[in-house]
């Protein structure tokens, strides 16, 4: 899916951010776009057969031995933010569903684990706080720390976004031949990105 999402980025110029979970990505286009003239529907269109079809390309690199069986399809919708402030809580509010959800899955599967039934699991999961859910996976894994070293993509889901960087490179017309340019490509991180530091470190992803 992470795949899927940078081909996207790699494909329209005008998204420059991508946040994902599971199999919902956010495509964020910059904020001057005029891409298909602006026109949501069309918009949606692209971007969602775009990425269902990079899903059906690139599943032979992920499962080779196994053939895909029915077509992968998705759906979408867009919404407009009115400022950049207003899109930065709803990813900040995408990630918080992240960890809720992860953190829910977690404790499930381990209840499952360790013998309960799944509707016995849900019954017991029913109402239980952060908190609650942190002491049960302490109590199950014998660690107090077993969430926080699960892998970061679940936890914080995917943020996908062009990385710039300066790159030596030769330039026959410079004296001296060697240049630096900046290059971009396409970056995966697993990052926090509730807190402003990252849109901080990043400010051209919002500003474009």
Not at 1 to 29: H, K, P, Q, R
Not at 109 to 136: F, I, P, R
């Amino acid at each position: 899916m992470n795949s899927c999402a940078v081909g996207v980025l790699e494909e329209f110029n005008d998204i420059v951010f991508s946040y994902g979970v599971s199999d919902e990505y956010s495509f964020v286009l910059k904020k001057e776009s005029q891409l298909y003239g602006r026109r949501a529907s069309d918009i949606v269109s692209a971007v969602v057969s775009y990425f269902s079809s990079m899903y059906t390309m690139k599943w032979k690199d992920f499962f080779p031995h196994r053939e895909i069986i029915y077509p992968a399809y998705f759906d979408g919708r867009a919404v407009c933010y009115p400022s950049s402030h207003i899109l930065r809580d709803y990813l900040a509010w995408r990630q918080v569903d992240c960890h809720i959800n992860n953190q829910y899955n977690t404790c499930f599967w381990m209840l499952v684990k360790s013998g309960k039934t799944k509707s016995a699991a849900q019954t017991y999961l029913k109402g239980t706080q952060v908190q609650e859910k942190n002491e049960l996976l302490a109590q199950l894994s014998g660690t107090t720390d077993y969430y926080n070293k699960l892998p970061p993509m679940f936890r914080l889901g995917s943020s996908v976004y062009r990385s710039k960087k300066e790159k030596n490179t030769v330039d026959e017309k410079e004296e001296g031949g060697i240049v630096d340019k900046l290059c971009e490509k396409v970056v995966i991180e697993y990052c926090n990105i509730i807190e402003p530091s990252f849109w901080e470190a990043h400010p051209e992803i919002l500003d474009s």
